[in-house]
T-cell receptor, first 114, second 113 residues
Framework: AQKVTQAQTEISVVEKEDVTLDCVYE???????LFWYKQPPSGELVFLIR??????QNEISGRYSWNFQKSTSSFNFTITASQVVDSAVYFC???????????FGKGTHLIIQP | NAGVTQTPKFQVLKTGQSMTLQCAQD?????MYWYRQDPGMGLRLIYY???????DKGEVPNGYNVSRLNKREFSLRLESAAPSQTSVYFC????????????FGQGTRLTVV
C-alpha cells in the first residue's frame, strides 16, 4: 500500500521568511511519480510540480524549490522569501502508474503573515 | 479553455435524498476520478475510470455509484445521502500517459442535514 505523510498540519511564518514543507512517502514500487498541489483559499487545486522516481535532480522555479531524496523517501518543498499570496494548503501526492489515482497526504496549511 | 467542469458548486441535501454530481472534461483525457476532501484528511479517492466504459472502486466507495457516460463525462451518484457524506467533492482527469498530472474541477461543496 502507498502512503504519503505530511507531518506539519499548519505552519505560520512572517512574510519574507523561508519555509519548508515536508513530505515523506511509502511505496513498494520502483517506478512512481510525486506531485505537489496548492489549494488557495478559493478552493481549487493547482498543480505545482511532478517528479519521476528515476529523476532525483532537484528543481528550482522562481521562489519555489523541491528536494527529492529517494534514500529518505522524501520530497520536500521550500518557498524562499514567502509572500502573503503563498498562503494556502499544500498537498503532496504519490502516483504508482496504471489506472489508480493519486494518493494524497493530509496537507499542510501554510499561513504567511504580513 | 474550460478544463474540468463540475456541477453544481454547492448543494444541501436532506438525509435520505439522492443526487448526482456531474463532471465533464474537454481535454480528451482517458482517466477520470472522483475524490472527497474532508478537514484534516486530505483527498481520498472514491471511484475512478481508466477509460470509457470502465469504473473501479477507490479507497472510500461505500454509499456512492458512478457512471462513465462517455469519454467526456463521469458522474457520481449518492442514492441515499447521509450526514457522513458532507464533504467537498472533486472530479479530476488525466491523460492516460503515466508521466502526467491530474487536472481538477473547482469542487462541489455538499452538505447533508
Amino acid at each position: 500500500a502507498q502512503k504519503v505523510t505530511q507531518a506539519q498540519t499548519e505552519i505560520s511564518v512572517v512574510e519574507k521568511e523561508d519555509v519548508t514543507l515536508d513530505c515523506v512517502y511509502e511505496t513498494r514500487d520502483t517506478t512512481y511519480y510525486l506531485f505537489w498541489y496548492k489549494q488557495p483559499p478559493s478552493g481549487e487545486l493547482v498543480f505545482l510540480i511532478r517528479r519521476n522516481s528515476f529523476d532525483e535532480q532537484n528543481e528550482i522555479s522562481g521562489r519555489y524549490s523541491w528536494n527529492f531524496q529517494k534514500s529518505t523517501s522524501s520530497f520536500n518543498f521550500t518557498i524562499t522569501a514567502s509572500q502573503v499570496v503563498d498562503s494556502a494548503v499544500y498537498f503532496c501526492a504519490l502516483y504508482r502508474g496504471g489506472a489508480d489515482g493519486l494518493t494524497f497526504g493530509k496537507g499542510t496549511h501554510l499561513i504567511i503573515q504580513p | 479553455n474550460a478544463g474540468v467542469t463540475q456541477t453544481p458548486k454547492f448543494q444541501v441535501l436532506k438525509t435520505g435524498q439522492s443526487m448526482t454530481l456531474q463532471c465533464a472534461q474537454d481535454m480528451n483525457h482517458n482517466s477520470m476520478y472522483w475524490y472527497r476532501q474532508d478537514p484534516g484528511m486530505g483527498l481520498r479517492l472514491i471511484y475512478y475510470s481508466a477509460s470509457e466504459g470502465t469504473t473501479d472502486k477507490g479507497e472510500v466507495p461505500n454509499g456512492y455509484n458512478v457512471s462513465r457516460l462517455n469519454k467526456r463525462e463521469f458522474s457520481l451518484r449518492l442514492e441515499s445521502a447521509a450526514p457522513s457524506q458532507t464533504s467537498v467533492y472533486f472530479c479530476a482527469s488525466r491523460d492516460g500517459q503515466v508521466n502526467t498530472e491530474a487536472f481538477f474541477g473547482q469542487g462541489t461543496r455538499l452538505t447533508v442535514v
